[in-house]
């Protein structure tokens, strides 16, 4: 049975969906929906219908672009059948630089160096002691303090007298802190890590995070022995701090009052003065610790 | 010029965190301004565009003191409070009538620009048609030759692209294609100058056709927009290219050791180290082991058994 002269007719009734007369074929970027045309326009008809000219220029274009489009693969969805993009070859800028590389917390670097991988776990939890879904964690979790209980047995070997409440909202306390303290830590850490990052960046060498702590350290010792020369008195007259440590290494030597060699004793008192009327041409301020000291500060 | 939000409550720290920079990023929004004197026309096309691009755009209804070829430091400061990356200024004055500038930032920091006056533009509201919703994705075509020559052209293809092309996703629903913005350029004038550009906006109706793929008629939307170009400011180059670089995460994967022969079959190789074939351990075949002479075999096992007498008897 010759079924191609009815299905010649069925198509006679639709219009086609080909389209002649591309001399130069269109170029696609599917993962912008957009084709790009070279032909070059037709300027006769530019000029006597715009708008319809641009109308069926653009009718043919898009029919070409949906033939391209529906010939891509497809997977069906609960939004309805959804063809699968490239990736676009248009390049676009973007509106922000890329993000820079967190330093890593303590925890992720031994993950790291341990091989554990985080999975995901499911928010809700089967509660057996009530028989309902609870958050794993958060308000109304199931890993409460547990100073909700009706009812706490006394642990073996505890004080009998304790008041088991009491203990609990305590160590819930005490585990808040040390999360905090932890959190505080890992963020001095990340602080040290950018700046090093900086410094050995700059010298070409790689970073030391074991030497980062005792970086910190020293800064903030410094910082102290800055701060307590910064009073009226540049430290001399201040009360002492009860259980202050000494500042290590700081030795004051006295030269004797009357010496026989009387040069040594111009030779200072001459310092002394060209430091602070200044040598001719010498400036009075030192330009370089002056830049660093103002660096340091912003 | 802004002052540092430090976040007080969980609501503004999550705002703070969708503003910062990531590897993929959020859709580009846009602000839409007027400067200090406009017309019918530029209010017209500024009230279509803004309806285009919602619901990622913000609309300035007052009127600004702007002039971004002068001085851009306004454009930081509203790219700053509105998190906005996109601009569309629009102005009138005798000198350049019904002008439209497009410009971008990166990084809050004015990448590039570009001014266009409209000769003519039909806005939404005169045509009679039904519009497509809110927020949909368009297509694109750009007919012409000019679209890969002129600076002028290549800016703004890549500004409308820009600003109209929505997120960048790895599927679309074939339903949801609702409309297709189309640029045409126009020819060159005798002068040797870029012509005119041709904006339309069409509806996209699918019709059948007897076969799979349906016949596309298009139905106007608006708006549409005939324009010149006018100054523009191009991107520096080192922060043109900085702006281009695609995250590692992002970069499509190679995969390696996997190819498809002739047939058709996928085919996989395995790289083996170096292998010392005397040493291989195979399946063990007891039968096959040496053996040694039977007196010695006893021998041996008559030691063993010696062996355990000998504890026994020190026992």
């Not at chain 1, 007369?21 to 006597?48: R, S």
Request: proline content about 5%; charged content about 35%; some cysteine.
């Amino acid at each position: 049975m010759d079924v191609s002269g009815v299905l010649e007719a069925h198509k006679q009734k639709f219009k086609s969906v080909s389209v002649e007369g591309k001399v130069i074929p269109l170029e696609y970027d599917l993962g912008l929906l957009t084709a790009y045309d070279q032909n070059p326009i037709d300027e006769a008809l530019l000029k006597k219908n715009k708008d319809e000219y641009l109308q069926s220029l653009s009718r043919d274009n898009a029919q070409l672009l949906f033939n391209e489009i529906f010939q891509l693969p497809t997977i069906s969805d609960d939004n309805g059948v959804m063809a699968m993009l490239p990736t676009p070859t248009t390049l676009l800028p973007r509106e922000k630089p890329l993000p820079k590389p967190k330093p890593e917390t303590r925890w992720e670097k031994f993950a790291k160096a341990k091989g554990i991988v985080n999975r995901k776990k499911e928010r809700m939890v089967f509660d057996d002691n009530t028989g309902e879904y609870k958050p794993r964690w958060g308000y109304k979790g199931i890993n409460d303090d547990g100073s909700k209980d009706w009812i706490i047995e006394v642990p073996a070997g505890s004080n009998p007298m304790e008041d088991q409440y009491e203990a609990r909202r305590d160590a819930k306390k005490e585990r808040i802190d040390k999360n905090d303290k932890r959190r505080q830590r890992n963020m001095e850490e990340a602080a040290v890590a950018s700046k090093m990052d900086q410094k050995t960046v700059n010298k070409g060498e790689r970073p030391n995070m074991d030497n980062a702590r005792s970086m910190k350290r020293k800064e903030i010792e410094n910082q102290i022995l800055i701060s307590k020369s910064s009073t009226a008195s540049v430290g001399k007259f201040d009360e002492a701090i009860k259980g202050d440590l000494k500042p290590k290494g700081i030795k004051r030597k006295f030269e004797p009052n009357v010496t026989a060699d009387l040069s040594k004793e111009k030779a200072g008192n001459m310092s002394i003065l060209d430091r602070v009327v200044g040598k001719n041409g010498e400036d009075l301020v030192n330009v370089r610790k002056a830049i660093k000291a103002t660096k340091s500060r912003k | 010029m802004l002052r540092t939000i430090t976040p007080r409550n969980a609501r503004v720290k999550r705002v703070m965190k969708n503003r910062e920079a990531k590897t993929e990023e959020n859709i580009k929004t846009a602000i839409f301004i007027r400067g200090s004197q406009t017309s019918q026309i530029v209010n017209d096309a500024l009230a279509d565009l803004y309806m285009l691009k919602k619901p990622h755009a913000v609309n300035f209804t007052k009127k600004n003191q702007i002039h971004p070829f002068e001085d851009h430091s306004n454009l930081q400061f509203f790219s700053q409070k509105n998190d906005a990356s996109l601009f569309v200024i629009g102005t009138h004055s005798k000198k350049r009538p019904n002008t439209l500038t497009f410009a971008r930032m990166f990084d809050h920091q004015l990448l590039d620009m570009m001014e266009v006056s409209i000769e003519k533009g039909t806005p939404m509201k005169d045509f009679k048609t039904p519009k497509s919703a809110i927020g949909m994705k368009p297509c694109f075509m750009f007919n012409g030759d000019m679209w890969d020559q002129n600076p002028n052209y290549i800016m703004f293809k890549s500004m409308i692209l820009d600003f109209y092309h929505g997120q960048t996703v790895d599927k679309v629903a074939l339903a949801g294609l609702e409309y297709v913005i189309s640029v045409t350029s126009g020819p060159m004038t005798s002068e040797g100058k870029p012509g005119k550009i041709y904006l339309r906006t069409y509806t996209i109706v699918l019709k059948r056709s007897g076969v799979k793929l349906p016949r596309i008629e298009l139905v106007e939307m608006g708006p549409s927009m005939d324009m010149t170009f006018g100054r523009m400011t191009e991107a520096k180059i080192d922060v043109w290219k900085q702006s281009l670089r695609v995250p590692k995460e992002l970069k499509p994967k190679k995969k390696k050791n996997i190819t498809k022969d002739v047939m058709g079959d996928t085919v996989g190789r395995i790289h083996m180290g170096r292998q010392d074939f005397d040493k291989i351990q195979t399946r063990k075949m007891k039968g096959l082991k040496k053996r040694a002479a039977p007196t010695e075999e006893s021998g041996e096992s008559g030691d063993k058994k010696q062996r355990v007498d000998e504890n026994d008897d020190e026992e």
